[in-house]
């Protein structure tokens, strides 16, 4: 099997060159620090979380009398990560967290994301049910639970679906009634499927964030409430207390992940669970919502990170197997297919660390909300499907090596599909964004986006003459494509215009991720003609350009083509 290698090069020339975190000067940080942070997560990586994947993967999680198990070598590395601090790399100092650039933090985080994806989701989890209660808790919530979670000693779920509420979240059967006498306590009773990190011996106390309805709520997300439900009580000190009558009754035997418990959960089966209101009574939706984007952008994540990875230990495998006498790599259908994966992962990084950029405008300045919204759903969407399209291309650059267990490239596969479907399958989040992204808005961030496109082109170098005549036409493609929609939308034929959201959504990624490496191959171009940095490695950057521009970017004249030219409403169709 090839040894862990991190494209240290790429993400660093993202972060200072491209993005230039280092401005956002409430960190106090420089290039120099940047640097040391990800090279030393990077190391801890390598050396504590990627020799868990293949043999925690094969061992999966176990179901016992004192409740569920995760693979032992995950222990370890979880002590570490919350004890070396890197839990809380990127949380506010006033919570014991280290502040550092958004962009950054999810840098370091997507490194344990690619070296076992199932062991991250545990952290992962927790930190967006941390981030709940740090913004909507209060006093009482945060005293209980802020330093314990932080510190590892607890960890956090989401408790969304319900087996007739799924996608349709507003249809859950999930109940809370108030306890007399305990303010902002709650009996919750229900049962919630598909939970990840749902229950684990990694933490002494599980917080899951459970949706409910409470007595005389309306009908629908509206009539939703947020609650935090301890695992186990908590005392009058704060401290773990007995059962809180929440169990695990199964776990699901998936494709991937294996480690990552995905649980049946029961509250209440004795009526004796108790949970804590978060927020306001009736706005558990817009609550829950802080955990959904973030989550929605570890998917993207996860996409990302896998088929980096992926795409390292492949290039090492086709640089040493030997066909017809010559290394496979220079067999031109392998050369074009590992440039056509390099151009798609580091785009999707790209994309990635742009977003998180977003995050650290948005909180400088408000009118960067709309844009981070905006890329959320294409981040979550377009990375989680490019992540599984380029970890399928290892598998097949292995060839029959990749199809077996023996080089870990196959797991990619596996691990890497669910990312489609969890957090909002793909197909809600193209209908989130053309209808609340696009439409809603008139096309305001959308004309935005493409302008400054349009403006980064105008300055790309002449190097680029080619490229800027393809990314031109893909442009009026797109043109073209959001005029058929909008005349639909505006005749309230919705079916019409929702079967297009998908293929918009591609479209609009495809555009999103061309312009994010035009950026990058614009600085690049400008340093080696000035002689600085690693020619070798700018080089290349300018060659993802192009091979995105070429190989990638005719898809936005399909994706035009596709909802233009279909002529008849789907839904009226039989399958």
Known sequence: MAKYKTDQDDILFTLNDVLNVSRHEKYGFDKNSVKEILIEQDKWVENEVWPTRESSDAEGVKMTEQGVKVPENLHKATRGYYEMGWFALGMPESVGGTPVPEALAGA????????????????????????????VGDDYLKSTCIEKMITGQWGGTMCLTEAGAGSDVGALKSTAKPIEGKKNWYKVTGTKIFISSGESDLYENNIHLVLARTPGAEEGTKGISLFAVPRF??????????????????????????????CVMNFGDNDNCEGYLVGKEFEGMQNMFIMMNEARLDCGMQGEAQANLAFELTRQYVNERVQFKQEIVHHPDVKKMMLKMRAMSRGMRALILYTA??????????????????????????????????????????????YCTEYGVEQFVRDTKIATIYEGTNGIQAIDYLTRKVLKDQGKTLTEVMEMITSDLSKSEAEFATQKTQFERALGAAQKAIGFITEKAQAKNMSMTLQAAKDFLDLSAHLVVAWRLLSAANVAQSQLTSGEGNKEYLESKIVDYKIYCSQYLPQVWAHSKAIIEAEEDFSLLSV
């Open 108 to 135: 370091c985080r997507a490194l344990g994301i690619a070296a076992n994806t199932a062991w991250s989701m545990y952290p992962g989890l927790t930190k967006g049910a941390f981030s709940v209660i740090r913004m």
């Open 357 to 402: 950029d977003v995050i650290d405008m948005a909180h400088e300045d408000s009118k960067y909300e709309n844009l981070l919204g905006f890329l959320t759903p294409l981040c979550k969407s377009f990375c989680s499907e490019q992540g599984f399209n380029v970890s399928v291309d290892a598998v097949q650059a292995h060839g029959g090596y990749g």
């Open 233 to 262: 009580k908590f005392t009058e000190d704060g401290s773990v207390g007995e059962s809180n009558d929440v169990k695990c009754t199964s776990f699901e035997h998936k494709m991937g992940i294996h480690a990552s418990a995905t």
